[in-house]
């Protein structure tokens, strides 16, 4: 059973609704983008798969992966999966993943994770394990995000 990919967009762009028009029941709070600018921050968030998991980040967020192998510290790469764009204006949704974007990331730290302690017990039978367990990780930072 092979089926053709749908045809059409591979992306669905949503306006967002602005809230002052007639007929409209709900409304949305103002984003003020110069302000959040003149800060330093971004009014944009992107929703990224790494590893199998899915992260919604912004710019300059750290984020905590499972390891990622061969990447030294200092390393820069691009994650091209990114399957939704957010900002106050629109959405832009991928089937799965949205063209063009790509999300600049920076490998801050190859680390483990706290310890986890696992302990099994059979009551009345004198059975107890306690067993420790660490994952490792790969901690990010997110530089840029390109649409």
């Not at 959405?91 to 063009?100: A, D, L």
């Not at 009345?124 to 994952?135: I, P, T, V």
Request: charged share 35%; glycine share 8%; with cysteine.
């Amino acid at each position: 059973m092979d089926q053709a990919p749908p045809a059409g967009p591979v992306h669905t762009r949503v306006l967002h609704p602005t809230g002052k028009g007639e007929g409209e029941a709900y409304g949305r709070l103002p984003v003020d983008v110069e302000a959040l600018a003149a800060e330093g921050l971004e009014a944009r968030f992107v929703v990224i798969d790494l590893k199998g998991k899915q992260y919604k980040v912004t710019k300059d967020d750290v984020i905590v992966s499972d390891k990622i192998e061969g990447l030294e510290p200092g390393y820069i790469f691009e994650c091209a999966e990114v399957h939704l764009v957010g900002t106050p204006e629109y959405t832009i949704v991928g089937r799965p993943y949205v063209q063009n974007a790509r999300v600049r990331l920076q490998v801050e730290e190859q680390a483990k994770d706290a310890k986890i302690i696992v302990f099994k017990k059979k009551r009345r039978k004198n059975y107890r394990r306690k067993q420790g367990f660490r994952r490792e990780v790969t901690i990010l930072r997110v530089l840029e995000i390109e649409e």
